[in-house]
């Protein structure tokens, strides 16, 4: 089986606020996008790409379908639930986006393998940004003759990297997490460490650059922590998912600093601050703000 070229038709299920960066990254690379929402009627101005009003219309014809939906559940039902699998084209190739876990996709890749279309379990870390710029970091899992045929497709949206089997990616993906999640609570203590004994957070944000605490995570999240400014879109209740995925697959019985931080989120979220992005974090820290003695 040959990989997708510019001109094949690609059904793009899920044009949020990622996927209609991702939908136009494909059509920009000469690819016939069609997508569909289940809260969008039509494109925005300015897409490549255009709009299906059902799921089903969507990947009639399609040489490739690329999932980029909220979660689970929401996936499992747009694509089984409604019969979707059984009418992708056999020989088309289904690229999940999004953050399902490790046993979610060994079970699609068999599913669809009984439908003679190929799977990727294929989530992307990067946000909005990085969507939007066509550098998204994309894990990818799957066989080796999926990987090709998909693979200008995922080249169309970031680096892709072939991990592994089914469900490698989403491994992959859940380290990411983890790691994101465990630095984002380190910079979050740091700074609120550093306020309470007086130096200025972005001050020690700049004096940690260059050192070995600097990270992408200072980096991007350490001003929004000094700023209090927590409207970005790395929503909370989407890390505690994640972190909730690991914990089935890991029961977080080894992964001690990643249980502390999913505790943590599960807190903010429980005082209603789910919808605020991440580095949020830092909120726990607030009440113990005052100066040291």
């Known amino acids: 089986m040959s990989a997708l070229k510019p001109g094949d038709k690609v059904a793009f299920l899920?044009?949020?606020?990622?996927?209609?960066?991702?939908?136009?990254?494909l059509a920009r690379a000469g690819f016939a996008v069609t997508g569909w929402s289940r809260s969008v009627a039509e494109a925005p101005a300015g897409a490549l790409y255009s709009v299906r009003a059902s799921a089903m219309d969507a990947v009639r014809h399609a040489a490739a379908v690329v999932v980029c939906l909220r979660?689970?559940?929401?996936?499992?039902?747009?694509?089984?639930?409604?019969?979707?699998?059984?009418?992708?084209?056999?020989?088309?190739?289904?690229?999940?986006?999004?953050?399902?876990?490790?046993?979610?996709a060994k079970e699609h890749a068999a599913a669809f393998t009984k439908f003679g279309v190929f799977y990727l379990d294929a989530p992307v870390s990067g946000g909005t940004g990085a969507a939007e710029k066509a550098a998204l970091s994309i894990f990818v899992g799957g066989g080796a003759e999926a990987f090709e045929r998909g693979q200008p497709l995922l080249s169309a949206m970031g680096l892709a990297v072939h991990l592994g089997p089914a469900g490698?990616?989403?491994?992959?993906?859940?380290?990411?997490?983890?790691?994101?999640?465990?630095?984002?609570?380190?910079?979050?203590?740091?700074?609120?460490?550093?306020?309470?004994?007086?130096i200025a957070p972005r001050e020690l944000i700049e004096a940690l650059a260059n050192g070995f605490a600097g990270s992408k995570v200072l980096e991007v999240h350490g001003p929004r922590m000094a700023s209090r400014?927590?409207?970005?879109?790395?929503?909370?209740?989407?890390?505690?998912?994640?972190?909730?995925?690991?914990?089935?697959?890991?029961?977080?019985?080894?992964?001690?600093?990643?249980?502390l931080v999913k505790d943590g989120f599960m807190k903010l979220a429980a005082e209603g601050h789910d919808e605020l992005d991440h580095s949020a974090y830092a909120k726990l820290y607030e009440l113990q703000a005052e100066p040291a003695p």
């Open 14 to 25: 899920g044009v949020g606020k990622m996927g209609s960066h991702m939908a136009d990254a």
């Open 71 to 104: 979660d689970q559940h929401v996936t499992e039902q747009v694509l089984f639930e409604s019969g979707l699998a059984s009418a992708i084209p056999r020989g088309a190739v289904v690229i999940d986006t999004g953050t399902t876990g490790p046993e979610v």
């Open 168 to 198: 490698a990616g989403q491994t992959a993906k859940l380290a990411n997490q983890i790691i994101v999640g465990v630095t984002i609570a380190a910079v979050a203590e740091g700074l609120a460490f550093a306020e309470r004994n007086g």
């Open 229 to 259: 400014d927590f409207s970005a879109p790395g929503a909370i209740r989407l890390h505690l998912k994640d972190l909730r995925l690991a914990a089935q697959d890991d029961g977080l019985r080894s992964l001690l600093h990643a249980k």
